[in-house]
């Protein structure tokens, strides 16, 4: 069965949007067919500020996978980018993804929790998902992504800005013209 799952992708170390572009491949090869892909946006790091800025994203496709399978396959592609899974948390990494929604699907266990428990607290997570899923339900909170970004502090959103020098339409899979 497919479902849709929506992304959230970070990376603040090395070459931030080919770190992107890789694991935007990486998903589309383990059988995750992204269809839309936000533009990058800059913001400063959350959680320990004292690091460079992060450029993130969110894409969304369609999957076979479930969401622990989706997980694995996250993590995967953050070891072959070089995180290290022993620093501290929210400190700099070279790829961080994040499963935002799986369709109206909710799971909670140790170690996943979906709908993402912070996505309505995180404009630079809601900024680049409205770009792309603007009047999707968030199934526990009943608001769409469009509604929980308009409620963010005015201050958290112009902490997300577009990353200069990258074209809107920045993402083509291999083979793609």
């Given at each position: 069965m497919?479902?849709?799952?929506?992304?959230?992708?970070g990376?603040?170390l090395?070459d931030r949007?080919?770190?992107?572009?890789?694991?935007?491949?990486?998903?589309?090869?383990?059988d995750?067919?992204?269809?839309?892909?936000?533009?990058?946006?800059?913001?400063a790091?959350?959680?320990?500020?004292?690091?460079p800025?992060?450029a993130?994203?969110?894409?969304?496709?369609d999957?076979?996978?479930?969401?622990?399978?989706?997980?694995?396959?996250?993590?995967?592609?953050?070891?072959?980018?070089?995180?290290d899974?022993d620093?501290?948390?929210?400190?700099?990494?070279?790829l961080?993804?994040?499963i935002?929604l799986?369709?109206?699907?909710?799971?909670?266990?140790?170690?996943?929790?979906?709908?993402?428990v912070?996505l309505?607290?995180r404009?630079?997570?809601l900024?680049?998902?409205?770009d792309?899923?603007?009047?999707?339900?968030?199934?526990?909170?009943g608001?769409?992504?469009e509604?929980?970004?308009?409620?963010?502090?005015?201050?958290?959103?112009d902490?997300?800005w577009?990353?200069?020098?990258?074209?809107?339409?920045?993402y083509?899979?291999?083979?793609?013209a």
């Open positions: 497919l479902r849709r799952v929506y992304l959230s992708l990376s603040n090395g949007v080919g770190q992107l572009h890789t694991a935007l491949d990486g998903l589309r090869a383990a995750v067919a992204i269809d839309a892909v936000s533009p990058v946006y800059e913001t790091a959350w959680g320990v500020e004292d690091q800025d992060f993130n994203i969110a894409a969304s496709g999957t076979g996978l479930e969401a622990h399978s989706i997980l694995a396959l996250a993590k995967e592609l953050e070891m072959v980018a070089g995180r899974f620093a501290p948390r929210w400190s700099a990494r070279p961080d993804i994040d935002a799986l369709e109206d699907e909710q799971v909670e266990s140790e170690q996943l929790t979906v709908p993402h912070l309505h607290e404009a630079f997570v900024v680049p998902l409205s792309i899923a603007a009047a999707v339900v968030h199934p526990r909170l608001r769409t992504i509604e929980l970004r308009e409620a963010l502090p005015r201050a958290e959103l902490g997300v577009r990353l200069s020098g990258v074209e809107d339409v920045w083509r899979a291999f083979g793609e």
